[in-house]
């Protein structure tokens, strides 16, 4: 049996004041889960391709833009005095730690959770309780009863007392479009979990071209030192030569522009290497300030033995940023389904149970249970605008899932071609700088010897640092192919300490 109450200028208790202002931020709380369902349900499905944006950034492989998360970090931990040793699985653990990128992409993959949560409620029995004690006075006569319609019973009722403690109950029995959002939802949580894992992936190719490229830097620095060396020693010996009368003048000139020459060379090479440790640093998120050296010298492995074949099908197996591209082809599928069943029936259950009466102690147990159909009928277009929109939504989807299978085969390939290129280069290098460092043995012996000038060992000495520099870019192209390689494979975590030599 249910007791149903009208009043008229009735006087509520701080309780009954309560239970409106709770239930009125309870709307406005769900009206903004909504919204935020909203966005980030529009937004989602732009993830792979932006994903796929970045990974097109970092695998071309020159300098990361500055407004690239992946190139920043959160700074952790405190300077450490004097310098520390790094080595490419140090600065590998600490990007995955403290990259901005990957901090990112963790808090996108928590969102996604949280709109899955909102989805899944929707199909969840909603239990909520309150309590009321009201103060009430009724006008019959403005309810529309004449005066004396009740013999014996005055026009003006009360005041009464009204307590009231009752918990309702709400839950949908048949929601259709609710499981297929929920299902779409959960698609868009591995996706999420794809796109953490590419973020990954990304993180690696860039701390380990900063790491290469620092590597680079430094083996330069160490190059044109040698040729500083050898430089100096030159221009004493043409300095001791011209003094005893057997060398002229000039070539203690030309002997001391070389030497200024190469030392202008090294401050530029020591600054490059200064700085290619700072972007390392911001990379992988060290310390301010922290003074480090790379523990390592510049690697040169042999590429992994894999035939093209292979590859293209390892990376559509493995790579995260197309296994998220899919999620959200499935997941589009699912919403689309959604919105189509917009216009099925939807049965729910509500009810409630409590006591009420005059006081706590004078009250009686009530309940209603009931079961609803809602059928839509008329809705001025907006089911028919969702269908459309989740139809072009799904149309895109899978046109970018479609575009990125394309590019992925297009950078094995890419990566390959690089890869055999940048091998030979390094081959060709070797060879030239040995015949260069032999050439120059030679013009130092003859230069020695007095049989000719030193213009032979000058040219001798800048085919030498030349052959230098060429073998040093090879070997950096050809480390970052095999980074592109592994990231082309979406096996870049697992495979590039690998291809670097990066193992302990």
Same mark, same amino acid.
């Given at each position: 049996?249910?007791?149903?109450?009208?009043?008229?200028?009735?006087?509520?208790?701080?309780?009954?004041?309560?239970?409106?202002?709770?239930?009125?931020?309870?709307?406005?709380?769900?009206?903004?889960?909504?919204?935020?369902?909203?966005?980030?349900?529009?937004?989602?499905?732009?993830?792979?391709?932006?994903?796929?944006? *970045?990974?097109?950034?970092?695998?071309?492989?020159?300098?990361?833009?500055? &407004?690239?998360?992946?190139?920043?970090?959160?700074?952790?931990?405190?300077?450490?005095?004097? #310098?520390?040793?790094?080595?490419?699985?140090?600065?590998?653990?600490?990007?995955?730690?403290?990259?901005?990128?990957?901090?990112? #992409?963790?808090?996108?993959?928590? #969102?996604?959770?949280?709109?899955?949560? &909102?989805?899944?409620?929707?199909?969840?029995?909603?239990?909520?309780?309150?309590?009321?004690?009201?103060?009430?006075?009724?006008?019959?006569?403005?309810?529309?009863?004449?005066?004396? *319609?009740?013999?014996?019973?005055?026009?003006?009722?009360?005041?009464?007392?009204?307590?009231?403690?009752?918990?309702?109950?709400?839950?949908?029995?048949?929601?259709?479009?609710?499981?297929?959002? $929920?299902?779409?939802?959960?698609?868009?949580?591995?996706?999420?979990?794809?796109?953490?894992?590419?973020?990954?992936?990304?993180?690696?190719?860039?701390?380990?071209?900063?790491?290469?490229?620092?590597?680079?830097?430094?083996?330069?620095?160490?190059?044109?030192?040698?040729?500083?060396?050898?430089?100096?020693?030159?221009?004493?010996?043409?300095?001791?030569?011209?003094?005893?009368?057997?060398?002229?003048?000039?070539?203690?000139?030309? #002997?001391?522009?070389?030497?200024?020459?190469?030392?202008?060379? $090294?401050?530029?090479?020591?600054?490059?290497?200064?700085?290619?440790?700072?972007?390392?640093?911001?990379?992988?998120?060290?310390?301010?300030?922290?003074?480090?050296?790379?523990?390592?010298?510049?690697?040169?492995?042999?590429?992994?033995?894999?035939?093209?074949?292979?590859?293209?099908?390892?990376?559509?197996?493995?790579?995260?940023?197309?296994?998220?591209?899919?999620?959200?082809?499935?997941? *589009?599928?699912?919403?689309?389904?959604?919105?189509?069943?917009?216009?099925?029936?939807?049965?729910?259950?509500?009810?409630?149970?409590?006591?009420?009466?005059?006081?706590?102690?004078?009250?009686?147990?009530?309940?209603?249970?009931?079961?609803?159909?809602?059928?839509?009928?008329?809705?001025?277009?907006?089911?028919?605008?969702?269908?459309?929109?989740?139809?072009?939504?799904?149309?895109?989807?899978?046109?970018?899932?479609?575009?990125?299978?394309?590019?992925?085969?297009?950078?094995?390939?890419?990566?390959?071609?690089?890869?055999?290129?940048?091998?030979?280069?390094?081959?060709?290098?070797?060879?030239?700088?040995?015949?260069?460092?032999?050439?120059?043995?030679?013009?130092?012996?003859?230069?020695?010897?007095?049989?000719?000038?030193?213009?032979?060992?000058?040219?001798?000495?800048?085919?030498?640092?030349?052959?230098?520099?060429? $073998?040093?870019?090879?070997?950096?192209?050809?480390?970052? *192919?095999?980074?592109?390689?592994?990231?082309?494979?979406?096996?870049?975590?697992?495979?590039?300490?690998?291809?670097?030599?990066?193992?302990?």
């Amino acid at each position: 049996m249910t007791r149903i109450l009208r009043c008229n200028g009735s006087r509520k208790s701080s309780c009954g004041l309560q239970s409106i202002l709770a239930a009125a931020i309870c709307l406005i709380l769900l009206a903004e889960m909504g919204i935020a369902q909203e966005s980030i349900s529009t937004a989602t499905p732009a993830s792979p391709s932006a994903a796929a944006g *970045a990974m097109q950034v970092t695998t071309t492989l020159p300098a990361l833009g500055s &407004q690239n998360p992946f190139q920043g970090s959160i700074p952790q931990g405190k300077v450490v005095p004097g #310098s520390i040793p790094l080595t490419l699985l140090d600065a590998l653990d600490h990007g995955l730690k403290y990259n901005l990128g990957l901090f990112e #992409s963790e808090q996108g993959s928590a #969102s996604a959770r949280a709109v899955r949560l &909102q989805a899944l409620s929707r199909l969840l029995p909603n239990l909520a309780a309150g309590v009321s004690d009201t103060q009430e006075q009724i006008n019959l006569a403005a309810l529309g009863f004449p005066p004396h *319609a009740f013999p014996g019973v005055p026009s003006i009722i009360g005041p009464f007392n009204v307590f009231d403690a009752r918990a309702n109950l709400s839950a949908p029995i048949i929601d259709i479009g609710a499981l297929n959002s $929920l299902r779409a939802s959960t698609e868009n949580t591995r996706g999420a979990i794809s796109s953490y894992k590419n973020a990954r992936e990304l993180v690696v190719v860039a701390v380990g071209v900063a790491y290469v490229q620092s590597l680079s830097a430094q083996a330069r620095v160490a190059a044109i030192q040698a040729q500083l060396d050898t430089a100096q020693s030159l221009f004493q010996l043409a300095t001791d030569q011209n003094k005893a009368g057997v060398a002229p003048s000039i070539d203690v000139l030309r #002997s001391q522009v070389e030497l200024q020459s190469d030392q202008q060379r $090294l401050v530029a090479a020591r600054n490059e290497l200064d700085k290619q440790k700072l972007q390392l640093a911001r990379t992988i998120g060290m310390p301010t300030g922290q003074e480090f050296t790379l523990a390592q010298e510049i690697p040169y492995t042999p590429a992994p033995p894999l035939t093209l074949e292979a590859a293209i099908d390892e990376a559509l197996h493995n790579r995260p940023d197309y296994a998220s591209a899919l999620s959200a082809v499935r997941a *589009a599928e699912l919403r689309t389904r959604s919105a189509h069943q917009e216009r099925w029936p939807i049965l729910r259950f509500d009810g409630n149970y409590g006591v009420i009466g005059n006081y706590p102690d004078q009250s009686h147990g009530t309940f209603t249970a009931a079961g609803s159909v809602q059928v839509p009928i008329f809705s001025g277009g907006r089911i028919r605008s969702d269908i459309q929109q989740s139809e072009i939504a799904l149309k895109q989807r899978q046109a970018e899932a479609e575009d990125l299978r394309g590019r992925i085969e297009y950078e094995v390939r890419a990566a390959f071609l690089d890869l055999k290129a940048a091998a030979d280069q390094v081959d060709v290098a070797r060879s030239t700088l040995n015949l260069a460092q032999q050439t120059l043995a030679q013009g130092q012996d003859r230069f020695r010897a007095g049989v000719t000038n030193n213009i032979e060992v000058i040219q001798a000495q800048e085919s030498v640092a030349s052959a230098n520099e060429v $073998l040093i870019n090879s070997t950096l192209q050809f480390n970052l *192919a095999k980074l592109a390689l592994a990231r082309s494979l979406g096996v870049a975590e697992r495979a590039t300490k690998e291809f670097l030599g990066g193992k302990p």
